[in-house]
């Protein structure tokens, strides 16, 4: 069987203690029984013989019973004993390991704000400032509510994308980054154009931009990608760079256009770079579990006061929806005021694939201005889970490196 920290395994059971009481006792009826016996059939045995038999023989019995008992509990005991430390141990490690967390580095993000300033664009999201508007998609189909990046109605897909490129990427500190420190980047893009279109789009920006940095391409979506990093990867020196991208979804009603750029290093090697904040383990959450695995999310960091400053909800399915709302004051989110729940899916529309990695982008931003922690609940596109992580402040951070 597989435990996590949300099921450990039991304490081993343990046996019960020898009750000493009913041991005297019983040798207190084998001596009775033994004198009766020894009178009726002993009538012709010396007095000698007589008490070396009568008190003997259950001394000796009980003896044997009673040490064959002693040392069967003292087995069980030690049994017990060795398990409950390897549970012990293995509590410690696996706790050690889900209390990991990653540095977010830079995090940029575009969306259909018409702000300039990103910190603006993150106090309008903060803020749940509505962007959906009717307008005409980029297929061309009239009165759909959505919110779009801005650009020319003349501009092509590659040109609006490789803009949006150059955008993110334009404020990554590639010049601080040491020699041969590899990056690794992940697309996680929602969109109707060929996904090889998109990478060709990059590789032009990249190569236009005269980025030397050694790259490796990796996979994955969603926080899963944040997960399995923490554990395989949390001794690399690599850097991490999440590419989140919406640009004209297949159904574009009730969608948000966004680009988002995560430079993400590992706490144990990056030294180079000054972290912005910092994004803790997530914990996927399947239908009806929520409520765990909020509770989860917080485990893995500790919380001043256990309070957080925002909820943030992104990339929801209308169920999800729902059992967000029946868990919204559930640990760690039982102090955040409604006006401070922030939905990105109502103000702006569903970002698709960029959705979590727009959440964090913005809590990031909102976390460095107020110095406060922020809590993220996001869906994903390719399960039916509910991801739950923490970002906080590094001025605040009070957990150890592990």
Known sequence: MSYTIKHSPEHYPRPKPLKFSRWLIALAVMFSISIILMRIFGSYVENLYFWIFALGIPITLWSILFVSCLLLWALQD????????????????????????????????????????????????QNNDSIIVSQVDRKGNESTRMSQISSSPHDSPKFVITTIFSRLIADIPFAQIPDRVPLVVVFDITTSLPPESIRLYWDEVWKNNNITIPVEYGEGSGLSVIDRWLNTCIKDKAMLLIVGLQFNPPNSDKTAEAGVALLLGNRLTQKALEPLALLHRPDAAPSGELSEGMNMAAYNVPLKENIVKNLWLAGLTGEQRAEVIACQKAHPAQSVEDEAVISLDTSMGHAGAAAPWLAIAAATEIARQTQSPQMIICGDTTQNVLWSTLITPIASRQEMDL
């Open 78 to 125: 030690s049994k017990a004993n060795a398990f409950d430390k390897q549970r012990e141990q293995w509590i410690l490690r696996e706790t050690r390991k889900a209390r990991r967390a990653m540095q977010v580095l830079n995090a940029t993000f575009i969306t259909g704000h018409s702000s300039v300033a990103q910190k603006d664009r993150a106090i309008a999201m």
